[in-house]
């Protein structure tokens, strides 16, 4: 059954019976599928923010799979590290997972805790680390002990990173043919990785070593200098230095990738970076080297997916670069950061000084919204989300900006709500939504929340942006600790999707709003969801499914999915629990004839149907 509000967003509201509760059903006929093993060798599974090292948590672009990182071994393994790492793919009858973790010596990872960092969109090939040299105490001196990836080419005892192709080989971004470049000793060298592009076929790292012809090492204390490092390039199964200043046959040692994320463009022919020491932002293309801002304090935004035009602020103005024109021109007078762009450049949303949101589009600006949470920008790695092409804007703010009184029913204070900006219906009171709002107009009890980047261990550029706005900013996931609807009783942290009309099974001029979590029992939290938004992963220490006896796990809010349950079995009392008699060691040949009385008619008994609220319970949560 589908209701909807009367306030302005409409209400999606399905029912259907939780194995261990009355709950409503999510949405657009989505089923509750469990996605991670019910065995897991006395281990368990943790959010991201409750791993040391943070994990490596992706979902299939077209669906279907996930990749999580997990403390526990409950895979067939050798030598796993600390955080093992796990694919889960889906099958006609259920989800397998596979512990795709290499074999490690302990104590190999530290500080990253799963030697992934980061997957392609179709986790179909992963970038990892082979482990930390001198495992765990690097004042001494010693190479890493793991050996390189068979058949890779990475030479022995050098910290190194692998691009490992599901069941088509792995390959070393750093390999023998870089040696002849290497002057340091295995036991001195270091490398961290400093961001990639979407794919993958484009990887950035530093390193104060020479590991190119037209590299610049500087001596340090043990090796070089980590404060003077190199910024690389692989792609295509070799290096290229960047860091070159403009005409300069040498690199610069110092330098960074501007950015972890929107830094290099899709096909890697455009880079953008910084020299520690000025300041300046520049742009290597086509073997040379642009300056974009001079004069130092110029801060790097976002760029285009092509890396023509680029973002960046500098003495509080905001600016936009192009490679082609090789020219700036100002956007804004005064400016905090940039929440987003579209990927091809003519939009982009922004903070000015003030606080308010902006979108600029063909020369423009407007205010859209009266303020924006700090923790919405900058792009790389704050919670804001803009669509592909522009049109619409994704974000948190605790200022009341649609009139909706957002202010704590028990602390005062006002709550994060999240609001969608939709610039075709601009001008009109529709523009701009409060997702997150009560359809009752009753106050809140918590804030709603946006997963912002999932890092992973210490490097820079390890780092993932969960999909929370997809279908062409038309469907939105969150979270929320307030109970937004009815259905959602549990006091606690719950996952919701918000669509638009004409999307899913949403059928309301205003949107649709459901739970995807089952919001009667226990926590969850969102994970990520596949590029249409049709699977949308969660984590929750409900149990949703029968199979699933209890204890925190990941579940797929899967379109038209849903398995069928195993029969349960009919329970059995007294006698009736006995197997069947011993035959007689002499046996009377059996008739086929009978005559008598036949069995009397089967009489259906009448099933009493209790309120659903009077079979509600809770299982406990299992905590680490």
């Not at 259907?16 to 657009?28: E, Q, R």
Request: net charge negative; aromatic share 8%; glycine share 14%.
């Amino acid at each position: 059954m589908r209701r909807f509000a009367a306030t302005g967003i409409a209400v999606l509201a399905l029912a259907g019976v939780l194995p261990d509760a009355a709950a409503a059903a999510p949405p657009d006929g989505r089923g509750w599928e469990l996605v991670t093993p019910v065995a897991k060798n006395g281990g368990q599974v943790l959010a991201p923010g409750q791993l040391s090292g943070g994990g490596a948590f992706a979902a299939a672009a077209g669906g279907g799979a996930l990749t999580y990182s997990a403390p526990a071994s409950f895979g067939e393994a050798v030598g796993a590290p600390p955080l093992s790492q796990y694919l889960a793919t889906r099958g006609a009858g259920g989800w397998s997972n596979a512990n795709v973790s290499p074999p490690a010596l302990s104590g190999s990872y530290p500080e990253a805790g799963s030697p992934y960092q980061l997957f392609s969109p179709d986790l179909g090939a992963a970038l990892l680390s082979n482990g930390k040299r001198c495992r765990g105490d690097a004042s001494a001196g010693c190479p890493v002990a793991n050996p390189p990836l068979p058949g890779s080419g990475g030479p022995p005892g050098y910290r190194n990173y692998y691009l490992r192709r599901f069941g088509s080989g792995d390959a070393a971004l750093i390999t023998a043919a870089d040696a002849p470049a290497l002057t340091l000793p295995a036991d001195e060298f270091e490398v961290t990785l400093a961001g990639a592009s979407g794919d993958l076929g484009q990887v950035a790292l530093s390193s104060c070593a020479k590991l190119t012809a037209d590299a610049v090492e500087v001596p340090g204390g043990e090796g070089c200098d980590p404060a003077a490092p190199n910024l690389y390039i692989w792609s295509g199964g070799a290096l290229r230095a960047v860091n070159h200043l403009p005409a300069e046959p040498l690199t610069t040692p110092g330098a960074a990738l501007a950015a972890p994320l929107g830094a290099i463009s899709a096909d890697g022919s455009r880079v953008y970076f910084s020299e520690l020491e000025d300041g300046f932002l520049y742009l290597r293309e086509g073997g040379a080297t642009k300056l974009v801002a001079g004069g130092g304090g110029a801060a790097f935004q976002t760029a285009s997916a092509d890396g023509r035009f680029a973002f960046y602020t500098q003495g509080g103005q905001l600016f936009r670069y192009d490679a082609v024109a090789e020219a700036s021109t100002p956007v804004a007078g005064e400016a905090l950061a940039v929440l987003g762009a579209a990927e091809d450049g003519p939009v982009a949303y922004y903070v000015g000084a003030g606080g308010a949101v902006f979108r600029w589009a063909g020369g423009g600006s407007q205010e859209i919204a009266a303020a924006a949470a700090a923790g919405d920008y900058p792009p790389a790695t704050g919670t804001a989300r803009v669509s592909a092409d522009g049109s619409r804007l994704l974000f948190l703010s605790e200022a009341s900006l649609t009139g909706y009184d957002n202010h704590d029913r028990t602390s005062g204070e006002p709550d994060a709500e999240l609001y969608l900006y939709d610039a075709s219906a601009a001008g009109s009171t529709s523009a701009l939504a409060c997702l997150s709002c009560r359809p009752s107009g009753a106050r809140p009890g918590g804030d709603a929340s946006l997963p912002a980047a999932i890092p992973n261990g210490s490097a820079p550029g390890a780092i993932y942006r969960p999909r929370v706005l997809v279908e062409a900013g038309r469907r939105v996931f969150f979270e929320s600790a307030d109970a937004i609807l009815s259905t959602d009783t549990d006091g606690r942290p719950d996952v919701y999707e918000w669509e638009a009309q004409g999307v899913g099974s949403c059928e309301a001029p205003a949107g649709c709003l459901g739970l995807i979590s089952s919001g009667r029992s226990g926590e969850a939290s969102f994970l990520d969801a596949s590029a249409s938004g049709g699977d949308a992963y969660f984590f929750t220490d409900s149990s949703l499914v029968g199979a699933d006896p209890g204890a925190v796990d990941i579940y797929d809010a899967r379109e038209g999915g849903g398995f069928p349950e195993p029969p349960v079995p009919i329970p059995c009392e007294g006698d009736a629990c006995q197997g069947p008699a011993p035959a007689p060691e002499e046996q009377t040949p059996s008739t086929s004839s009978f005559t008598g009385p036949t069995n009397p008619p089967v009489r259906a008994h009448k099933v009493r149907k209790h309120h659903p609220k009077h079979r509600r319970h809770r299982h406990p949560r299992r905590r680490p």
